[in-house]
């Protein structure tokens, strides 16, 4: 009688046991997804936030740099035609990369032949270079309307020409041949606020200067010497190292004394990739690109 109570109590006891376990599974399985949901939610707001505040401080970066140009002490000791150049402060890095758009091709003034040599500059051949020379011509516009009219539309070109100058960089992107061209690689050839159908040829970034200096005696409007700008493309990247976040700004920014700050912003540019800027060069300390305050303030901030 006493061993079959004892095996009732243990039979008993084990189908606890089990209950208690699939009781467990079964909780387990409701759980461990919302655990891991709310885990990952966490983590993406975290690198959000991250990103968020490396913005914040790119786009001040921003406003510093600009102030120097504005100033004229930045273009003194900044290099202005598109070369990156970067500081690190404790486990940060900052990248800026400044253009002078005195070295860039006005695609309102600039002639039929330096704007082919534009092109060429971001691959195209020779032939595809002049038939978007031309196109972009007949976009901005021609002295008989009329007859601009009853040319029939290029293979190149954009759908319909709008007869009026270009008032952005990015309506290139309506070009047929230009759809897949990156904005940011025809921002770093073209410009719509020099107001010049020359450019400076020691301000050219090194693509365009390339292409130029291959075509030399061909007629090219460009002249010798840094000439002064008042229109910069300006690009700060902020990141940490070792991690994939980064905030990044760009602006295009012309000197204006009237506001406070001597600049005011044209529009935004968009910022290069950071996995591009391998050529970096690297100052030792943050003081020469944005001044012993800034840098104090940085490495304050970092540590």
Known sequence: ???????????????????????MLIVSAIIVPFAVTAKTKLMIANNEVEQERLSLLAEGLANVVSSELANGSGTEKLRL????????????????????????????????????????????????????AEAAIQFRGSTNAFAAQAEPASSVGPPQNKQ????????????????????????????VFSKRGT???????????????????????TTEGASEGSTYSVEVTARRDGSGIAGQVGFIIEKYPASAAGFRRLSRSPA????????????????????????QILRGWAS
């Open 1 to 23: 009688m006493t061993e079959e109570r004892s095996e009732g109590e243990n039979g008993s006891a084990g189908f606890s046991l089990v209950a208690v376990l699939v009781f």
């Open 81 to 132: 035609d598109a070369t990156p150049i970067a500081c690190r402060s404790g486990e940060f890095t900052f990248d800026v990369r400044i253009q002078d758009h005195s070295g860039l091709i006005d695609l309102n003034a600039a002639d039929a032949h330096l704007l082919s040599l534009g092109f060429a500059s971001l691959g195209f051949d020779r032939q595809t270079s002049e038939e978007l």
């Open 164 to 191: 009026a100058p270009f008032e952005s960089v990015s309506e290139l992107q309506e070009f047929s041949a230009l759809a897949s061209t990156p904005l940011h690689d025809l921002h770093d050839v073209f410009t």
């Open 199 to 221: 450019l400076s040829l020691d301000l050219a970034p090194s693509r365009l200067r390339t292409v130029l200096a291959d075509a030399s005696g061909s007629g090219a409007s």
């Open 272 to 295: 290069a990739d950071i996995t591009k800027l391998a050529a970096t060069t690297f100052s030792e300390n943050c003081d020469a690109l944005f001044g012993p305050e800034v840098a």
